[in-house]
C-alpha cells in the first residue's frame, strides 16, 4: 500500500517505521526535519509538504492536538488536494467535536476518515504493541485492518469517529486519575512513617496488577520524572478535553487535572515564591486563571470555567490549601514587585488568578491584600470582563 505520514514525534516515527518494515511505501513530512531523514535511510520518501504526502491510498497522521492539525490543514484545505478515494487514519487523540468534524469533511470531499487513537507508550509503539481504538465506516477499517496488525497488538473497531476519540479521552483520565492517587497515597504513607515501596510491593501484587499502577508507580516511588513518559502539555490537553466532553463546569471531578499537574513541582514551585524568584513553568495550574484570558492549550485545558468552579477550587482540602500557602508565600516577599518575582506574562496571569479568586471568595482578605500589595489595589479588568 502507498501511505503517507504526517507527524513524526515520539509515537508518530516508530509506527511509520513499522509500516516501513511491512513493506508498505510510505512518504512522511514533519516540521522539523531529524525524523525525516532518519526514515529516509531507512527507505521512506520524504515529502516537502503535507500535500505530497496524501497523494497515495492512505495517510495516517499524529499530530499533538486539534490546532496543529488545522494549521496542517487536515480540517478543510489539505483535503481539497487529497488523491480520490484516500483512506485518513488519525491516530492523534482529539476533541470529540472535532473528530465529528473532521468526519463531516471528508465525507464531503469522498474521503474516508478512521480516528485510531492509541494506548501505549513509545516502546509499545517500537515493538508494533499498541492498542488502536479505531472508529469508522466497516468499508475503511476492513481496508486498514491489515496495516494496523503491523503497528498494534489489538485493534478495537468502533462504528463512528467521535465514539473512538470519546474512549481514548476516558481512558486518560483514568490513568491520570490513577497517577494522582497514586502520588498522594505514597505522600501520605511517607508522612506517616510507612514505606511506600512496601506498600506498593504489597498493592502491585494483589489488588492493583495493572502496567500503570505497577510502571509508573514504580517512577513516582522512586521520583523518577525524567524522561517523562507523557509530556505535561499533552496531559493537560488530555484532562481539559475530558471536562469538555462530559461537559463539566465545576466540582471535584473537573479538578483532579491540578492534582495530577501539581503532584511533580509543587514543592519547586513554592520554593521558587519564597525566594521572590518563578524559574519554571506551572503559573497555568497553580495560579489558575479564568476561561478566556488566555488562548494557548495550556491555559485553555487549566481554565477555571465559572465561580462555583473557583469556589470549589478553594474549598477542595489540598488545591485550596496550596493556593494560600502560595500565596502567603508572595506575600511574605519584600523588596520586589511582581514583575520581578514573575516575570512577564506571568505577572500577569497572577493578577488575573488573585482577581478571580478575590470575586469567588470576597471574605477572605488574602487575595485582596496581594492585590493591594502588588498591583495598588486594582483588580484586573479583562477578568473581571470575562466574569461579568
Known amino acids: 500500500m502507498k501511505i503517507g505520514f504526517i507527524g513524526l514525534g515520539r509515537m508518530g516515527h516508530h509506527v511509520a517505521a513499522n509500516l516501513l518494515k511491512a513493506g508498505h511505501s510510505v512518504t512522511v513530512w514533519n516540521r522539523s526535519q531529524e525524523p525525516v531523514q532518519a526514515l529516509v535511510a531507512k527507505g521512506a520518501g520524504a515529502a516537502r509538504t503535507p500535500q505530497e504526502a496524501v497523494q497515495g491510498d492512505a495517510v495516517f497522521s499524529m499530530l499533538s492536538n486539534d490546532t496543529v492539525m488545522r494549521d496542517v490543514g487536515l480540517a478543510g484545505p489539505l483535503l481539497d488536494k487529497c488523491a480520490k478515494g484516500l483512506i485518513h487514519v488519525n491516530l492523534a487523540t482529539i476533541s470529540v467535536a472535532f473528530a465529528k468534524e473532521l468526519a463531516a469533511a471528508h465525507r464531503a470531499r469522498g474521503l474516508s476518515y478512521i ?57 486518560n483520565f483514568m490513568i491520570a486519575s490513577e497517577l494522582e492517587s497514586t502520588g498522594e497515597a505514597f505522600a501520605l504513607l511517607r508522612k506517616g512513617g510507612v514505606d511506600p515501596a512496601l506498600f506498593h510491593d504489597v498493592l502491585s501484587g494483589r489488588l492493583f496488577t495493572g502496567a500503570v499502577f505497577k510502571n509508573y508507580g514504580a517512577m513516582i516511588l522512586n521520583r523518577q520524572y525524567e524522561p517523562a513518559g507523557f509530556a505535561l502539555t499533552l496531559a493537560g490537553q488530555g484532562l481539559g478535553r475530558h471536562r469538555r466532553s462530559t461537559g463539566q463546569k465545576g466540582g471535584c471531578l473537573s ?101 478571580l479568586f478575590a470575586q469567588a471568595a470576597p471574605e477572605e482578605a488574602l487575595f485582596q491584600d496581594l492585590l493591594k500589595k502588588y498591583f495598588d489595589g486594582k483588580a484586573d479588568a479583562v477578568t473581571l470582563k470575562l466574569l461579568a
Open 115 to 171: 480516528s485510531a487513537p492509541v494506548f501505549g507508550r513509545p516502546e509499545m509503539a517500537e515493538s508494533a504493541q499498541l492498542v488502536l481504538v479505531a472508529g469508522g465506516d466497516t468499508a475503511a477499517l476492513t481496508a486498514m485492518q491489515p496495516v494496523f496488525d503491523k503497528i498494534g497488538a489489538r485493534t478495537v473497531p468502533l462504528d463512528a469517529p467521535e465514539k473512538a476519540n470519546l474512549f481514548k479521552i476516558a481512558g
Open 255 to 355: 479538578l483532579e487535572r491540578y492534582i495530577m499537574a501539581q503532584a511533580p513541582i509543587y514543592a519547586q514551585a513554592l520554593a521558587e515564591l519564597k525566594r521572590g524568584d518563578k524559574q519554571s513553568h506551572w503559573m497555568w495550574f497553580i495560579f489558575p486563571q479564568i476561561a478566556g484570558f488566555g488562548h494557548s492549550p495550556m491555559s485553555q485545558a487549566y481554565a477555571i470555567q465559572s465561580l462555583d468552579e473557583a469556589r470549589d477550587y478553594l474549598s477542595h482540602p489540598v488545591l485550596g490549601a496550596r493556593l494560600r500557602e502560595c500565596c502567603r508565600a508572595v506575600m511574605a516577599v519584600n523588596g520586589k514587585t511582581a514583575h520581578e518575582i514573575f516575570h512577564t506574562p506571568d505577572d500577569l496571569k497572577f493578577r488575573s488568578s488573585l482577581t
